[in-house]
């Protein structure tokens, strides 16, 4: 009778998921992807439902790199991981586009351009990390027009309160590459406030403070109202990482 009932129930419960339609088991199976490939990988082999809406590309597109290295080593990846990040790749994963953004921006003159190309692709995807880079590399850069770009793309990511934890990131990243690249940042010291006023001189004696900034700390909460200011120093804190 016991064994009865758990087949009853077992019946029960794949005919519930039956019912379920693709299109949300699909939305389902990509939140948990995205907080962990362990746990979407473990609830892939429970039917062939899971199994059928896990191998979307939109779980694909949204699932999380944490397990793996930031620049994974061909040498050292295996064929499953191989493919499983290729199919990330080809499935416009933010991630994947923001790292190989990273290592074709910083390792050599020639990718740089596919690197912005991927840096923007992941920015456009929500990628707050790849929109701070993007912003920055542009303010560098010697178009004006651009460096107003990247300049108003900075004001919107720092409306989002997130630039410290960007910022921390990026620099964990560099810290894992071999950066030879540096000429991206040329034109650094170039300034986007022509002030002597607005409170440039306070954001320079805080800066000289041991305890400030943090990985972590925004520069717009230190209180100084001039947006320029606070994105001339935010830039000198990007290139700082690259010993610039």
Request: positive net charge; proline residues 2%.
């Amino acid at each position: 009778m016991g064994h009865l009932r758990v087949q009853k129930e077992s019946n029960k419960k794949q005919r519930t998921i039956k019912s379920i339609p693709k299109e949300l088991l699909v939305e389902i199976l990509a939140k948990v992807g995205t907080r962990s490939i362990v746990d979407l990988c473990m609830v892939k082999p429970c039917c062939k439902e899971f199994l059928d809406a896990a191998e979307d590309d939109h779980v694909y597109r949204h699932v999380s790199m944490e397990n793996f290295a930031l620049v994974p080593l061909p040498w050292f990846t295996r064929e499953k991981e191989s493919s499983f990040l290729k199919r990330c790749r080809e499935s416009g994963n933010s991630e994947i586009a923001y790292r190989e953004g990273m290592v074709q921006c910083f390792s050599s003159s020639s990718t740089l351009k596919l690197g912005l190309q991927n840096l923007k692709k992941a920015m456009l995807e929500g990628h707050h990390e790849a929109k701070y880079v993007y912003c920055m590399l542009l303010m560098c850069g010697e178009d004006e027009g651009e460096r107003e770009e990247g300049f108003r793309l900075f004001c919107s990511l720092e409306a989002s309160t997130c630039v410290g934890r960007c910022r921390k990131r990026v620099k964990s990243f560099v810290r894992s590459v071999w950066v030879r690249n540096n000429p991206l940042l040329r034109n650094h010291n170039l300034s986007f406030c022509c002030s002597g006023t607005c409170g440039g001189e306070r954001l320079k004696k805080l800066s000289t403070r041991w305890s400030w900034p943090q990985d972590d700390e925004d520069v717009a909460s230190i209180g100084v109202s001039c947006q320029r200011c606070r994105t001339d120093h935010e830039l000198g804190l990007f290139c700082n990482i690259f010993g610039v």
